[in-house]
């Protein structure tokens, strides 16, 4: 199957300071990635749908400002955590679907965020 | 809006028993379904969609539009069956996924 990676799978960041996250697709072009956020024993939340070329669509609640989403292209999709603070410390997820395929969405491995 | 009800965060049951997770929706169109499995330490993947009614690994699941029932299950359950299960679900025409809390199943020997 197509293949979603993640990087990177674990950081650890000072508050304050930004964080980027990298999500790829590696064997097929996604002109729409997504990304998650997961709590602990907790489902996946929908964060922002990235589209390549164009602004991301935040979900409600969602802070644009803080949650960098850039998608430069077809196959690159980034996540900036910007001026992180503890509560920002999560696992985030991606997800990327094949441009010329079905509906099916493949994950990457998700990357765990803590903010000291 | 759509919401994904899974009512049980764990299921634990013997090797050999019959498994049924739980999945609830509230959608007022046409949903497609899906179940996803996320076994231990690795990515979430796709386990089945309710559109292509195949059954992988031995798991079923129909989509019981009275019901709002998308419910997994298997008629034998298998140590290598356990993980995490989720529910979700996509909204005609849309992009997104609405996922479940999730279940976790624990298969005992």
């Known amino acids: 199957g197509a293949v979603v990676s993640q990087h990177p799978s674990r950081v650890i960041c000072k508050s304050g300071t930004s964080v980027k996250i990298e999500c790829r697709s590696l064997?097929?072009?996604?002109?729409?990635m997504f990304w998650y956020r997961q709590f602990p024993k907790q489902s996946l939340m929908l964060m922002a749908t990235?589209?390549?070329?164009?602004?991301?669509?935040?979900e409600q609640g969602v802070e644009k400002d803080k949650f960098l989403i850039n998608h430069a292209s077809l196959t690159l999709s980034t996540l900036t955590v910007t001026s992180a603070h503890p509560e920002d410390s999560s696992f985030y997820i991606c997800?990327?679907?094949?441009?010329?395929?079905?509906?099916?969405?493949?994950f990457g491995q998700g990357t765990r965020l803590t903010v000291v | 809006a759509q919401r994904v009800t899974q009512p049980e965060k764990l299921l634990s049951v013997f090797k050999g028993a019959p498994v049924e997770l739980k999945c609830n929706y509230s959608?007022?169109?046409?949903?497609?379904l899906f179940w996803y499995v996320q076994y231990s330490r690795q990515r979430l993947q796709l386990l089945l969609r309710?559109?292509s009614r195949e059954s992988i690994k031995g798991f079923t699941a129909d989509l019981n539009k009275g019901e709002t029932s998308f419910h997994l299950k298997k008629p034998f359950a298998q140590e290598e069956d356990s993980a995490m299960y989720y529910c979700?679900?996509?909204?005609?025409?849309?992009?997104?996924?609405?996922f479940g809390t999730g279940t976790q199943l624990k298969v005992e020997l």
């Open positions: 990235s589209n390549e070329g164009s602004k991301a669509t935040y």
């Open positions: 064997d097929f072009q996604a002109t729409t």
């Open positions: 959608y007022s169109g046409s949903p497609e």
């Open positions: 997800s990327a679907r094949d441009s010329g395929g079905d509906t099916e969405a493949f």
């Open positions: 309710h559109i």
């Open positions: 979700a679900l996509k909204a005609g025409g849309g992009n997104k996924l609405t």
